[in-house]
Nanobody, 120 residues
């Protein structure tokens, strides 16, 4: 079994910063990709960034230049540095990981979500 545990959310003023972490543990052979979605009230969950095990990254346009994703392969942990936050970034942030329990199969796992609230 695999678990993803997130931490680092909170309340911050506009222009501030937060750092989110998401650690995967359990039966892990390898991790192909980790990333972050977010879901604001009344809106659909949206993909904002991901990183592959080789370090390739993707960012949604609205977070480019403000958010930075990184991954510590040895710790099976992904980080999301959020800078220059604005109220539109308020949402529950969910991490995910595409994990191989063995060389022949993979499965998507999700964290429990962490609230980020940006006040104006």
């Amino acid at each position: 079994q695999v678990q993803l545990v997130e931490s680092g959310g909170g309340l911050v003023q506009a222009g501030g910063s937060l750092r989110l972490s998401c650690a995967a543990s359990g039966s892990i052979y390898s991790i192909d990709e980790m990333g972050w979605y977010r879901q604001a009230p009344g809106l659909q969950r949206e993909l904002i960034t991901h990183i592959t095990s080789r370090g390739s990254t993707y960012y949604k346009d609205s977070v480019k230049g403000r958010f930075t994703i990184s991954m510590d392969n040895a710790k099976n942990t992904v980080y999301l540095q959020l800078n220059s936050l604005n109220p539109e970034d308020t949402a529950v942030y969910y991490c995910y990981a595409d994990i191989n329990a063995n060389p022949y199969s993979h499965q998507l796992y999700w964290g429990q979500g962490t609230q980020v609230t940006v006040s104006s």
